[in-house]
């Protein structure tokens, strides 16, 4: 029943001029360089270029180029910049390529609402580049300068999602183009919506296969005055999640809450410009807007950390002394090259309730006991976020690390957890999606069935072929 459409047509000579009569000659290429430049994300999936990549700057091109799309049912895939991890934007069935790359402007700015809106290309960095000057932010972090079309696409999230949320969170209205070119406005500007059913978030993670974003209005949060970074060391990784729980339980608001197992930080520990103890540690970020409740966390922090039993607690307002802090946990993927050249990462990113979190990261850390692969854990443990990365050089260990995966995920399922916190099932997660939804996986099914019944959007991803 989940059998993904495939007969899918031929794009012809016919069809590419149809498509430069929509977009001009200066926005596609059919040229191996650019097919192959949009072929792969990040993951470790083999790539599987486009037979075209197209350019689009207004919503009116989606529409018409969807529209021309579905009459020959000719498969569409957007594309932000393909940081996905997952597989995600790769256009595995080919067709037509679309890039946001000319749509990447901030169309306006709503101060006094903590509010933007803006065009789906615009890498979140930049955006937040942009809005520094008014003292605000967006505040979804994935580290990478995803876009925001990307991030809302695969609900991404970060470090900043235990107080702020995922990208989900944080977005109040998109512009969506279905698959018949229909434009359709889901959501307000209002920050509270009780209105009909909620299409907003239902396009919000779904990965391009419902609709195509042209527009976005996201939540802005302000710029606190002052920040401090806090890194505690313990003995064992029992103490650094029991801390985890209770820091989540305190009262404490963190900003950021990562935990790092004394394999990731011996890891990290290649990249020259880190220096970490090498035991389980947590990094910790919080804000405040006067000093005095800074301080008052500080005190409140170091207690929790102590009573548990860390053996180094280190809080730092120093500007330089929190970016080298961060520098560490946003090189990780950085310091895996280093210590293991030539050979790849096979990522797997689930998250369970806080309360199963000590359970999660001790059944991890005795597979990795008898696992014939390296194994290193970091993970947005404040909102039960674990990532492990198993390195694979041959056809072997990839199908070792893929097995390990699978353990995890499962034993994350079964922990009342999900297969994905926040890269999005993609390819690679597809084959747990009957496993962790059950019957939901069918109405999921009907809906996509609904919104694009020839099946050209993004084919191939969430449901398996
Ligand atoms: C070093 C590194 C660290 C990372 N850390 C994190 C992390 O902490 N948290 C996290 O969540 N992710 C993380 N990621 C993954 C990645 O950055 C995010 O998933 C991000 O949201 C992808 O954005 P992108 O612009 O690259 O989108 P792409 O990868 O290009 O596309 C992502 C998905 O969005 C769809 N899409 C793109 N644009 C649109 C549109 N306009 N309309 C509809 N669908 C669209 C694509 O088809 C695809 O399904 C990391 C990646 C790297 C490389």
Request: with cysteine; hydrophobic share 40%; net charge negative.
């Amino acid at each position: 029943m989940l059998q993904a459409e495939k007969n899918f047509g031929i794009l012809t000579d016919d069809i590419i001029q149809q498509i430069e009569g929509i977009v001009g000659k200066s926005n596609y290429s059919t040229t191996l360089a650019e097919r192959e430049l949009h072929s792969k994300d990040q993951s470790m999936y083999p790539p599987s270029p486009p037979d075209i990549v197209v350019w689009v700057e207004t919503t009116k091109h989606v529409s018409n180029l969807l529209q021309l799309a579905n009459t020959h049912r000719i498969p569409v895939t957007p594309w932000g910049v393909g940081t996905s991890l997952e597989g995600n934007p790769m256009p595995i069935y080919g067709g037509i390529l679309i890039s946001f790359q000319k749509m990447a402007q901030i169309i306006e700015t709503y101060t006094d609402d903590f509010q933007v809106t803006v065009q789906p290309g615009i890498g979140y960095k930049d955006l937040n580049g942009t809005l520094a000057r008014q003292g605000l932010f967006f505040p979804p972090d994935p580290g990478a300068n995803a876009t925001i079309g990307g991030m809302i696409a695969n609900n991404a999230a970060g470090i900043r999602t235990v107080k702020y949320g995922a990208t989900r969170d944080n977005v109040l209205s998109l512009q969506v183009v279905l698959a018949d070119g229909r434009i359709l406005r889901v959501g307000s500007r209002s920050v509270k919506q009780s209105s009909g059913y909620d299409l907003l978030h239902l396009i919000t993670g779904s990965e391009g296969t419902l609709g195509i974003i042209t527009e976005a209005t996201l939540k802005l949060a302000p710029i606190a005055e002052h920040k401090i970074a806090v890194q505690a060391v313990f003995d064992s990784v029992a103490q650094a999640v029991e801390t985890v729980v209770a820091v989540r339980g305190s009262g404490l608001d963190p900003v950021a809450l990562e935990f790092i197992d004394t394999y990731m930080a011996r890891m990290m520990n290649n990249n020259p410009n880190v220096d970490l103890a090498e035991s389980p540690q947590l990094f910790m970020e919080f804000h405040a807007t006067h000093e005095d409740a800074l301080n008052q966390t500080i005190e409140f922090i170091t207690e929790i950390c102590s009573d548990i039993g860390a053996h180094k607690i280190h809080a730092t307002a120093d500007t330089k002394e929190r970016a080298n802090l961060w520098y560490a946990r946003h090189h990780a993927l950085e310091s895996f090259q280093r210590t293991h050249p030539g050979k790849r990462a096979y990522l797997n990113d689930v998250a369970v309730p806080i309360s199963a979190y000590p359970d999660l990261i001790n059944f991890i850390h005795t597979l990795r006991e008898t696992a014939p692969l390296p194994a290193y854990m970091l993970g947005h443990a404040g909102d039960g976020n674990i990532h492990v990365i198993f390195p694979f050089g041959d056809e072997e260990e990839y199908k070792i690390a893929s097995e390990l995966n699978a353990q995890v995920v499962e034993q994350a399922i079964a922990m009342g957890g999900t297969a994905t916190g926040e890269h999005g099932v993609g390819i690679g997660k597809s084959r747990f999606m009957a496993q962790e939804h059950g019957d939901a996986l069918d109405v999921m099914w009907s809906i996509k069935q609904t919104l694009d019944p020839n099946g050209i959007l993004n084919p191939g991803k969430i449901f398996r072929d």
